[in-house]
């Protein structure tokens, strides 16, 4: 459905983030991108929405192709209209001093039809708290509320493929776990998904194949149950494996010198 291929992303024109980066995403799948800070997932993302030029950041080699052609170059809201790409930021984007309610109908502008009523019915059905929160406004609603609200919005746009960036950042478990099974939904009803995430675990569990970036190239991918049980993502991404623990014997031993001095 989406194939990246050797895409090489520069800002400025000096900094090089992305060296080469090459990944398809099949058409109805759940596809997991995980990589610490820094390692280049929302550079990926904008030049993939078409949003690259707005941090002036340039594609300098390779191609973006959408079912077969190539995306590269077009604006943003011509991706999204003409291919059902739409791109969920991190930080949660959501216009503060508008109701939850506002906001979603301010998502629909790509739009014409007039089924915006009841699309914003179908983002309830997805996200209760949204429903009981429609009034308020979304400044006042919690991390976890903005973000439900910021896919909500991209809901509106009745999209063909989502990607979202860093949902989970900064909430608490328990609303990861609601969040991540209502993306699992969204997929279940048709909506292919492409996932970046730092919580390797949440994301990889409800994630069909998945890549892992580093520094701006992929070094590993593969199913999402494999990457699970891959020792280099348990050490990096997933806090668990031998070094880890070796780490945090440390840290303990540290403490303990500091308790000496
Ligand atoms: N607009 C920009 N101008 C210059 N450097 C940027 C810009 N945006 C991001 N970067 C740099 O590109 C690298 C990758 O950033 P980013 O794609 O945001 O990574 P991630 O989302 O994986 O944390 C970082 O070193 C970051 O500082
Ligand atoms: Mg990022």
């Given at each position: 459905m989406?194939?990246?291929?050797?895409l090489r992303?520069?800002?400025?024109?000096?900094?090089?983030?992305?060296?080469?980066?090459s990944?398809?995403?099949?058409?109805?799948?759940?596809?997991?991108?995980?990589?610490?800070?820094?390692?280049?997932?929302?550079?990926?993302?904008?030049?993939?929405?078409?949003?690259?030029?707005?941090?002036?950041?340039d594609?300098i080699?390779?191609?973006?192709?959408?079912?077969?052609s190539?995306?590269?170059?077009?604006?943003?809201?011509?991706?999204?209209?003409r291919?059902?790409?739409?791109?969920?930021?991190?930080?949660?984007?959501?216009?503060?001093?508008?109701?939850?309610?506002?906001?979603?109908?301010?998502a629909?502008f790509?739009?014409?039809?007039?089924?915006?009523?009841?699309?914003?019915?179908?983002?309830?059905?997805?996200?209760?708290?949204?429903?009981?929160?429609?009034?308020?406004?979304?400044?006042?609603?919690?991390?976890?509320?903005?973000?439900?609200?910021?896919?909500?919005?991209?809901l509106?746009?009745?999209?063909k493929?989502?990607?979202?960036?860093?949902?989970?950042?900064?909430?608490?478990?328990?609303?990861?776990?609601?969040?991540?099974?209502?993306?699992?939904?969204?997929?279940?009803?048709?909506?292919?998904?492409?996932?970046?995430?730092?919580?390797?675990?949440?994301a990889?569990?409800?994630?069909?194949?998945?890549?892992?970036?580093?520094?701006?190239?992929?070094?590993?991918?593969?199913?999402a149950?494999?990457?699970?049980?891959?020792?280099?993502?348990?050490?990096?991404?997933l806090?668990?494996?031998?070094?880890?623990?070796?780490?945090?014997?440390?840290?303990?031993?540290?403490k303990?010198?500091?308790?000496?001095?």
């Open positions: 989406l194939a990246i291929e050797n992303v520069v800002y400025h024109d000096v900094i090089s983030v992305l060296n080469g980066i990944l398809d995403v099949n058409e109805g799948e759940i596809l997991i991108i995980i990589g610490a800070n820094g390692a280049g997932k929302t550079t990926l993302l904008r030049s993939v929405a078409g949003m690259i030029d707005f941090y002036d950041g594609i080699e390779g191609d973006i192709k959408m079912e077969g190539s995306i590269k170059g077009l604006d943003a809201a011509d991706i999204m209209k291919y059902g790409l739409t791109y969920v930021m991190e930080d949660r984007p959501v216009f503060w001093y508008l109701t939850i309610e506002e906001n979603l109908g301010a629909s790509s739009r014409w039809d007039k089924h915006v009523k009841t699309d914003m019915e179908e983002v309830y059905e997805y996200f209760a708290v949204l429903r009981s929160l429609r009034n308020k406004r979304a400044g006042y609603a919690s991390g976890g509320e903005q973000q439900m609200l910021a896919i909500g919005m991209a509106m746009t009745k999209p493929i989502l990607l979202l960036d860093e949902p989970s950042l900064g909430l608490a478990p328990l609303i990861t776990e609601e969040l991540f099974s209502i993306i699992k939904k969204l997929n279940e009803s048709g909506i292919t998904i492409v996932l970046v995430e730092q919580n390797a675990n949440a990889l569990n409800i994630g069909i194949r998945g890549y892992v970036i580093e520094t701006g190239r992929i070094v590993l991918d593969g199913k149950v494999d990457l699970l049980k891959n020792e280099d993502v348990r050490e990096f991404y806090g668990s494996g031998e070094k880890e623990r070796k780490s945090y014997k440390d840290a303990k031993r540290y303990r010198r500091k308790r000496w001095l």
